[in-house]
Nanobody, 122 residues
Framework: QVQLVESGGGLVQAGGSLRLSCAASGGTFSRYVMGWFRQAPGKEREFVAA????????YYADSVKGRFAISRDNAKNIVYLQMNSLKPEDTAVYYC???????????????WGQGTQVTVSS
């Protein structure tokens, strides 16, 4: 079972940028599809982005397409989420997740980190 630890959250003004990191341990990182989800207060957890094992394929929710970018460093066992042009509606706890196939990651079926808070002020 892979363990995931997110970092990089914080408070930022609308239009600003943040980069989230998720460090993985306890598994063969390069074999995992990695993803990011988010959960705003009073809302369900929703898919944000995913990346395949090689980094050659990426997937995004329509709400973040063109503003967010997911990437990974298999040598460091880290997946990143670069968030640009942030909006107040991006405010949420962001979670990292891992599974062996893209479909499972997109469905939220896999290991989870503890989350990191992102707050975007208007």
């Amino acid at each position: 079972q892979v363990q995931l630890v997110e970092s990089g959250g914080g408070l930022v003004q609308a239009g600003g940028s943040l980069r989230l990191s998720c460090a993985a341990s306890g598994g063969t990182f390069s074999r995992y599809v990695m993803g990011w989800f988010r959960q705003a207060p009073g809302k369900e957890r929703e898919f944000v982005a995913a990346i395949n094992w090689s980094g050659g394929s990426t997937y995004y929710a329509d709400s973040v397409k063109g503003r967010f970018a997911i990437s990974r460093d298999n040598a460091k066992n880290i997946v990143y989420l670069q968030m640009n042009s942030l909006k107040p509606e991006d405010t949420a706890v962001y979670y990292c997740t891992a599974n062996s196939v893209v479909s499972a990651v997109r469905l939220g079926l896999g290991s989870w980190g503890q989350g990191t808070q992102v707050t975007v002020s208007s």
